[in-house]
């Protein structure tokens, strides 16, 4: 399995030279699974380069897991290649609603006067589901979704193949409903992230931040070190950064974040666009 991150961001769109480092793009993830499938993790801004490269190669069919409907999450769909070109076979999968149907969610965004032109416009061939309440294989991956704690219905998604696994969530507040000693088991998304390779999570927050921002659906990096060791995960990525951050103030959270890590953990990394991680082999600009 091999993880591109086509953007990192949260929340905003931030770029400017502040952010030229880790990237101004907002959520989106590739990945490439062992047998060519690909697999894309939310549709924020990001997902627009990632079009572009999908068109150097034959139409095919696409697997687009989404998070939740939050803008910074979606706001990539109206520019992604592959929905405006005939041939292409789109499979959207998100959170389940008891009032709309996945398609009329979207729709809501992709319709005027949000955008100009409709969902229904689109030339490519796009179908939209609720994720399975059971797992789910795609390609050579079986695929997890769970609902976490976060504003609005949102998944975070365990992805496993080849004895490997990635877990995603980054919109989460493992610790608003749960105390830093409570049973692991407990947390909100730890049966997500137990034991996982990597965890890409939601990393928005200073400690003080934080503390004028309970209940706002998003985690203090103190919070996300202590997530990741409750769930035995190897190596996190630090991921969804405050638009406002720059690349140094970043850097600045790393260190507190490397400070926390335990003999068994593997160093964490700060996610930023053009990262590729290929889980059992290390890592790769």
């Not at 990945?31 to 990001?46: C, K, R, V």
């Not at 398609?103 to 809501?108: F, G, K, P, T």
């Not at 203090?220 to 202590?226: G, L």
Request: aromatic share 8%; glycine share 10%; proline share 7%.
């Amino acid at each position: 399995m091999i993880i591109r991150v086509w953007g990192a961001r949260g929340s905003l769109s931030a770029p400017g030279p502040a952010t030229v480092g880790y990237g101004g793009n907002t959520s989106c993830v590739e990945l490439e699974l062992a047998d060519g499938t690909t697999l894309i993790l939310d549709a924020g801004s990001g997902i627009r380069e990632l079009g572009q490269r999908l068109l150097e190669r034959d139409p095919g069919e696409l697997h687009i897991c989404l998070t939740h409907l939050h803008l910074d999450h979606v706001e990539g769909l109206g520019f992604f290649a592959p929905l405006w070109r005939a041939g292409w076979r789109l499979r959207f999968l998100g959170p389940p609603s008891p009032t709309a149907t996945l398609r009329e969610r979207v729709s809501r965004y992709l319709s005027p006067p949000l955008f100009p032109i409709g969902l229904s416009e689109a030339p490519a061939e796009a179908v939209f589901e609720d994720a399975p309440r059971e797992p789910w294989r795609v390609g050579s991956a079986v695929i997890e979704a769970q609902t976490v704690e976060h504003r609005g219905p949102t998944l975070g998604y365990r992805i496993e193949e080849e004895g490997h696994v990635l877990a995603y969530l980054p919109d989460h507040e493992p610790y608003l409903t749960a105390a830093l000693d409570d049973k692991p088991e407990w947390i909100s998304g730890w049966a997500l992230a137990a034991d996982a390779d990597l965890l890409m999570h939601d990393s928005q927050y200073t400690d003080e931040e934080y503390r004028s921002r309970l209940g706002w659906g998003h985690s203090s990096v103190t919070h996300a070190a202590a997530f990741a060791r409750a769930a035995g995960v190897r190596r996190l990525a630090m991921f969804h950064h405050d638009p406002m951050r720059s690349d140094r103030e970043l850097e600045v959270l790393y260190d507190q974040v490397a400070a926390t890590v335990q003999d068994d953990q593997d160093p964490p990394l700060i996610a930023r666009e053009g990262l590729e991680i290929a889980l059992g082999a290390g890592s790769r600009d």
